[in-house]
C-alpha cells in the first residue's frame, strides 16, 4: 500500500530505534496525545525498541474515552425513545454509561445504528421524514469538519428531524492544562498529525514557548512515530523548544482552511468536562447561536441524569499520564475489554484497552521471549 | 431451566458473565467472547452430553454397537446474511460450503445436507429461485447431496428476506483423528490462503461503504482440498478448522486454549490481499479478525510442513497457503505475533465484531 507500506520497513525502524539510543544521554518522558499513536506504538511494539531512558506517556488523545459519562447517559436515554434513529460512529456503542451501553440499548428495540459518515445521518433523516434522527458527534478537531459539514447541510436542506450530540475536545487546551497540572512530568509532545491536517500547527509555537517544550507535529505507522521521538529527543537534549513537522506529506502549517472556515460557521469554543479529568477551560465546541437549533441536547431535553464512575478506575491518571494502565491495579483483573470499568479500557484507542489488547499482562521480557517461529 | 420453563438464572453454572447482558446483543452472535459465554454458561449446562462437549466444528457420532461401530460427523450452521447475493458469492452457496467446511475440518466426508428455509412474507420467488440455483450449484460442485428440508413463512417485517439453515452429515475418515484438542508443542500452523477476503466482500457492499475495487469472497468447498491432503498425509495433521466469524484470530484462539498450548506466528507472512488490507487500513479493522469462508488453518506435525504445503498449493483453492507459524509450550493458551517491526504482540480473542474507529 502506497504511503503506508513504506513506513513500515523493519530494518529502518531498528536503524532509528539506535539512532535515538545514541543520541540520548539523560531520561526524558515524551507525551504522544493521540490515542491513534498510542496504539500504533502498542501496536507495533515501539516503545519495546527505545532506550529505557525515554518514555512514552500516553495522553488524553482519545475521543471516546474522554467524553463525559453524563454524556454518554443522554445518549442512552436519546437513543431509548421511540421514533428516533440514533447514529454513531463503532466504537461509541460499546462504551459503558452509568447503566449499560448503547448495544443493550439496541438489543431493547432502540434503533441504534453505526454509520460511517455523519452525511450517512443526514441521508436517514431525509428518507425517515416521521423520525427523529440523532448523531453522537464526538471526537477531537479530526472528525470535526465532517459533523459541521452534516449539520450545514441539514440546515441547508431545511431539515426539522436532525439533530446533533456534540462532544467535540481540542487538544491544544489540553496540552495546555497537562502542561499546567502541579507535578507534571511530560517534557515533549508529539501532537497529533491528523488533528493538525485539519487545524495546521500555528496554534502551537505559543504552547511551545510558554512552558518551554518541543513539539513535533508526529503522523501514525511506526517509521513516523520513530522520527517524531527522534526529532523530540534531539530538541530535548539541545535545550530547544520548538514546533516541528515531522509529518509533512499530510500536514501544513495553515492547515485546512476550507475545513476551519465551516468549523467556524458551525461551532462556537466553550468549557467542557473530560471524562476522568475535570473541566478544562475553552476546550471543546458547542453549536454556534446559527445552528443552535440542531443541538440534541435542546431538542431532547434530558434531565435527572445521575452519574456513577466505579471507584476502582484510574482512567483519569492514566488521561494525564500520570499512571501506565498495566500499573493499575484493576488492569487485566477487575477491568478487562469484557467488563472495562472505564472508558479507556474500552475504545480501540484507549491506552488500556491499547495494553490489554496487545499482551501488555505480560511482562516485558516474557512477551520479548515469546515463541520462535518456525521456518 | 426453572419450573416455568423459564430459564432460572441460579442454575446456571456460572451465570455472572451472562448478566452483564440481559438481553441478547448483536456480539452474541460475532463469533468472539460473548458468543462463546452462551455456549458456556447456558447451551452446555443445558443440553450436556459427551458429544456436545468435543465442542468441535461438527459433532462425532459412534452409530451402531459392537466392537466396530460407524463414525459418523455432524454439523448444522444457520445463515442471516446481508445482502444475500455479493460479490464471489451468495447466501446460498454460504449454507451449503459452510456446513460442508465444518464437516470436512472434523475429518468427515461430508455427504448429506438438509437445507430449511425461513422466508418472509412478501421476498420475490425470482430471487428464491435464485438462491436455490445457487445451493444446487454448490452442492454439485461439494459432490453432497440435499436430502431434506423445509419452509417456514413468516409475516412481512419478521424477517429479512431469506433466511437458511442447513445441516449436514458424513462419514469419519478411518485412521485420521484430528480435534481442535490435538495442536502439540512443535507443530507448524499452515493456512490455506489469503485472509479477510470474505469479511471485506460482504463489508464493500453494505449501504455506505462501496470500494472502488470489488474484492471477492473467497466462498468455497474445502472438502475437496482437505481430502488431498489427508490422502496423503492424513496421520501428520493434529488439527483444522475454517476460520469463519471472529477470523484467523478467533480460530488460532480456540485451538490454543482447547489444546492448552501456545501458538506463535509471524505477522509479516499471513497472507493478506492488498486490497483486503488497505480496507481494513480505511476502517479500522485488523484482517487476523475479518471472517473466511473459503480458507483452512492446519496444524501438522513439522516433519510434514513442506509435503502440506506442495499438496495445498497445488490445488485451486490453495494457492497462496503458507506457513504462519508454530505451536509452543511458552505463553500456554496465547497467540503471540511477531510484528514487522521485531516486536511480540499477544493476539486476544475479540469480545465480538470489531467495530470500525471513530478516527
Not at chain 1, 436542506?157 to 487546551?173: A, D, E, I, M
Not at chain 2, 452483564?20 to 443445558?46: Q, R, S
Not at chain 2, 431469506?162 to 485412521?175: D, F, H, K, S
Not at chain 2, 470474505?198 to 453494505?206: D, F, K, L
Request: with cysteine; glycine share 10%.
Amino acid at each position: 500500500m502506497k504511503y503506508l507500506t513504506e513506513f513500515r520497513n523493519g530494518e529502518i525502524a531498528q536503524r532509528m530505534a539506535r539512532e535515538i539510543a545514541l543520541i540520548t544521554t539523560r531520561r526524558w518522558k515524551i507525551m504522544e496525545v493521540c490515542g491513534g499513536q498510542t496504539h500504533s506504538i502498542i501496536k507495533n511494539g515501539i516503545d519495546q525498541m527505545l532506550p529505557a531512558a525515554v518514555e512514552m506517556v500516553h495522553g488524553p488523545g482519545c475521543p471516546v474515552c474522554v467524553t463525559p459519562l453524563e454524556l454518554i447517559d443522554k445518549a442512552l436515554a436519546i437513543a431509548a425513545q421511540p421514533r428516533v434513529i440514533f447514529c454513531s460512529f463503532g466504537d461509541m456503542l460499546r462504551v459503558p454509561g452509568t447503566e449499560g451501553d448503547l448495544f443493550q440499548v439496541k438489543g431493547r428495540g432502540g434503533d441504534v445504528r453505526v454509520v460511517y459518515s455523519p452525511l450517512d445521518a443526514v441521508d436517514l433523516a431525509v428518507k425517515n421524514p416521521d423520525k427523529q434522527v440523532v448523531f453522537f458527534g464526538v471526537g477531537f478537531e479530526t472528525t470535526a469538519p465532517a459533523n459541521a459539514m452534516s449539520v450545514h447541510v441539514a440546515k441547508r436542506r431545511g431539515l426539522k428531524n436532525f439533530s446533533l450530540l456534540v462532544s467535540h475536545v481540542l487538544v491544544p487546551p489540553a496540552i495546555e492544562a497537562i502542561m499546567s497540572a502541579p507535578g507534571n512530568q511530560v517534557q515533549a509532545f508529539l501532537a497529533a498529525g491528523h488533528v493538525c491536517s485539519v487545524m495546521g500547527y500555528w496554534e502551537y509555537p505559543p504552547l511551545a514557548d510558554k512552558f518551554g517544550i518541543p513539539i513535533v507535529v508526529t503522523g501514525f505507522e511506526p517509521l513516523d512515530l520513530l522520527d517524531g521521538i527522534r526529532r523530540a529527543v534531539l530538541q530535548l537534549e539541545r535545550g530547544e523548544h520548538r514546533v516541528e513537522n515531522a509529518y509533512e506529506r499530510i500536514v501544513t502549517y495553515a492547515g485546512n482552511l476550507e475545513a476551519q472556515k465551516m468549523l467556524a460557521e458551525v461551532f462556537e469554543v466553550r468549557d467542557r468536562a473530560w471524562r476522568g479529568i475535570g473541566v478544562i477551560p475553552n476546550s471543546g465546541w458547542r453549536l454556534s447561536a446559527a445552528y443552535r437549533a440542531f443541538d440534541a441536547e435542546e431538542r431532547f431535553q434530558i434531565a435527572g441524569i445521575r452519574t456513577v464512575e466505579s471507584p476502582l478506575c484510574h482512567a483519569g491518571d492514566v488521561l494525564r499520564g500520570a499512571l501506565k494502565p498495566a500499573e493499575c491495579p484493576a488492569f487485566a483483573k477487575q477491568c478487562t475489554p469484557r467488563h472495562p470499568l472505564g472508558a479507556t479500557m474500552v475504545s480501540s484507542e484507549g491506552a488500556c484497552a491499547a495494553y490489554f489488547n496487545y499482551g501488555r499482562f505480560l511482562s516485558a521480557e516474557e512477551l520479548a521471549n515469546a515463541g520462535a517461529v518456525h521456518g | 431451566m426453572g419450573e416455568s420453563g423459564v430459564p432460572d438464572f441460579s442454575s446456571w453454572s456460572c451465570p455472572l458473565p451472562l448478566r452483564d447482558y440481559p438481553t441478547i446483543v448483536m456480539a452474541h452472535g460475532g463469533g468472539g467472547k460473548l458468543g462463546n459465554e452462551l455456549v458456556e454458561h447456558l447451551f452446555l449446562p443445558a443440553f450436556r452430553n459427551p458429544e456436545l462437549e468435543n465442542l468441535g466444528d461438527a459433532a462425532v457420532l459412534e452409530l451402531g454397537s459392537g466392537s466396530n461401530p460407524a463414525r459418523f460427523a455432524m454439523s448444522t450452521d444457520s445463515f442471516v446474511v446481508q445482502p444475500l447475493f455479493f460479490p464471489g458469492g451468495s447466501i446460498g452457496a454460504l449454507a451449503v460450503n459452510g456446513t460442508v467446511n465444518d464437516l470436512a475440518v472434523s475429518g468427515a466426508n461430508p455427504q448429506f445436507l438438509s437445507a430449511s428455509f425461513i422466508l418472509e412474507e412478501g421476498f420475490p420467488l425470482a430471487q428464491l429461485a435464485a438462491v436455490v440455483s445457487a445451493m444446487a450449484d454448490a452442492a454439485k460442485t461439494a459432490g453432497v447431496r440435499i436430502v431434506t428440508g423445509d419452509t417456514k413463512v413468516v409475516e412481512r417485517g419478521h424477517g429479512d428476506g431469506c433466511y437458511i439453515n442447513t445441516a449436514g452429515v458424513g462419514v469419519l475418515r478411518p485412521g485420521i483423528s484430528v480435534s481442535p484438542l490435538h495442536a502439540m508443542p512443535g507443530d507448524v500452523v499452515i493456512v490455506s490462503g489469503t485472509i479477510g477476503d470474505h469479511g471485506m466482500a460482504i463489508m464493500s457492499v453494505r449501504e455506505g461503504l462501496e470500494f472502488e475495487s470489488q474484492i471477492r469472497s473467497d466462498c468455497a468447498a474445502l472438502n475437496g482440498m482437505i481430502a488431498a491432503v489427508l490422502d496423503a498425509v492424513g496421520e501428520a495433521v493434529h488439527a483444522m478448522r475454517d476460520p469463519t466469524r471472529g477470523g484467523l484470530a478467533s480460530t488460532l484462539n480456540e485451538i490454543a486454549a482447547a489444546s492448552n498450548v501456545g501458538i506463535a506466528i509471524d505477522e509479516t507472512v499471513v497472507p493478506v490481499r492488498p486490497e483486503v488490507q488497505s480496507a481494513c487500513e480505511l476502517l479500522g479493522l485488523d484482517p487476523v479478525y475479518v471472517a473466511n469462508e473459503g480458507k483452512a488453518v492446519f496444524f501438522v506435525a513439522p516433519e510434514f510442513a513442506d509435503r502440506v504445503l506442495s499438496i495445498l498449493k497445488a490445488h485451486p483453492l490453495g494457492r497462496d497457503a503458507a506457513l504462519i507459524g508454530q505451536v509452543t509450550t511458552k505463553h500456554p493458551r496465547m497467540l503471540v505475533a511477531r510484528t514487522a517491526m521485531g516486536a511480540n504482540r499477544v493476539i486476544p480473542t475479540q469480545i465480538g465484531e470489531q467495530l470500525p474507529r471513530i478516527c
